[in-house]
Structures are given as C-alpha cells and as structure tokens.
C-alpha cells in the first residue's frame, strides 16, 4: 500500500525558510522510475507544479520559483525534503508531495498540509 | 513561458455528455506530453483520472476518458453524474522535465 504524508510548519514568518517533508511507504525511491513531485494549492486557486525528484536523483524545478527551492532524498528513511526560500504571504497554500511515475504523473497523494505566511 | 489553457467553467446536465479541454500557448498538444487529469473536490486531494492521454487510472469508471482532440488534450465524461461536480484539472509534461498544470475547469452538473 503506497502512502505519503507531508509534515512541516503550519505557518511561517515573511522572509523566512520553509522546510517540508513527505514520509512514504510502499514504495523505494532507489528503485528505477520512482520520482517524487511537490505540487501547491494557494486557497480557492489552481494547483502548482513545484519540483520533482527523480530516483537517480535527477532534480526538476517550476521555472517560475527555480531560484527558491530546492528537493532532496533521504532514500534510507523514505523522505522527501522541499526546502523554499524568502516565504512570502502569497506562497500561503496547502503543499502536496505525490509519487510520481515513469509516465510522469501523479498517482499517489499525500493529503497535503496548509502553511500560512504571515508575521 | 508556455501557459496550459483549461475553460474556467463548464455546466453539464445530468447523464450528459462534456468535453473538458487542455491547451498550450505556444505550441499544440500531443501524445508527447503525456497528458493525465485530475479530479478535485474542495478540501480533498486530487485523484488521478487519466494518465498517458487515455489510460484510465484504477478503478475510475469508464465513462472518463481521454484523447487528443485537434491540438488539445481532452477529458470527455459521457452520461455526468451529480458526484462528477468537481474540479478538473490537466497536467502536461514539458521539455526539460517540467511539468505544468492548467487553470482547471469547474464543472457544474445540473
């Protein structure tokens, strides 16, 4: 059974660094073909592609935030971290981490976490 | 940077047939980009539809499907049910590796 779950911060300061990881199982991410994607909801509005890790530890990023995040892999603890930079009010959304396929979709989710940004 | 196009809305009646777009600014769609959809209702996570244009994730019914239709990506639902009112959303695979989500269309039943 393939799970995920995104922990973190549920609300941070304006400038400051968020750090988020997604826990799962029921999946390696050392096994070819995995990936792991962070994808963002601000709330009422659409959902936002972040950044994907690949498991040969390729590493993709939105062009829009390239600069902000970054995504790494814990392999022998089953994480993905997703570290943004200078959090700013309108970066307030629910974050999702998803397994991610050869055929590059989503089709696990975790249930997501909402983190506010506001001093 | 090339922007994925989805209606904002669209209203079906009961047992009728939609067709929900995915298009791209700057160039057309195509198998390549490995089109998949995604079905949201508020509050909960996404759930995967469609995958790779017209592969019908596990266990969505078969009145979901998708294709390519001229140079966008499509997700028809054929005889709506009031439990399909959600919101839709595409996904595209870009080059170098980026994926890109559309606007999403909220679809009405009624």
């Known amino acids: 059974q393939v799970t995920l779950k995104e922990s973190g911060p549920a609300l941070v300061k304006p400038a400051q660094t968020l750090t988020l990881t997604c826990t799962f199982s029921?999946?390696?991410?050392?096994?070819?073909?995995?990936?792991v994607s962070w994808i963002r909801q601000p709330p009422g509005k659409a959902l936002e592609w972040l950044a994907r890790i690949d498991w040969d530890d390729d590493k993709f990023y939105s062009t829009s935030l390239k600069a902000r995040l970054t995504v790494s892999k814990d392999t022998s603890k089953n994480q993905v971290v997703l570290t943004m930079t200078n959090m700013d009010p309108v970066d307030t959304a629910t974050y999702y981490c998803?397994?991610?396929?050869?055929?590059?979709?989503?089709?696990?989710w975790g249930q997501g976490i909402l983190v506010t940004v506001s001093s | 940077q090339a922007v994925v196009t989805q209606e904002p809305s669209f209203s079906v009646s009961p047992g009728g047939t939609v067709t929900l777009t995915c298009g791209l600014s700057?160039?057309?769609?195509?198998?390549?980009?490995?089109p998949s959809w995604y079905q949201q209702t508020p509050g909960q996570a996404p759930r995967t539809l469609i995958y790779s244009t017209n592969t019908r994730s596990s266990g969505v019914p078969d009145r979901f499907s998708g294709s390519i239709l001229g140079n966008k990506a499509a997700l028809t639902i054929t005889g709506a049910q009031a439990d399909d009112e959600s919101d839709y959303y595409c996904v595209l695979y870009m080059s170098g590796g980026i994926s890109m989500f559309g606007g999403g269309t909220k679809l009405t039943v009624l």
């Open positions: 029921g999946f390696s991410l050392s096994t070819s073909e995995m990936r």
């Open positions: 700057s160039a057309s769609v195509s198998t390549s980009h490995y």
């Open positions: 998803a397994r991610t396929t050869s055929r590059v979709y989503f089709d696990y």
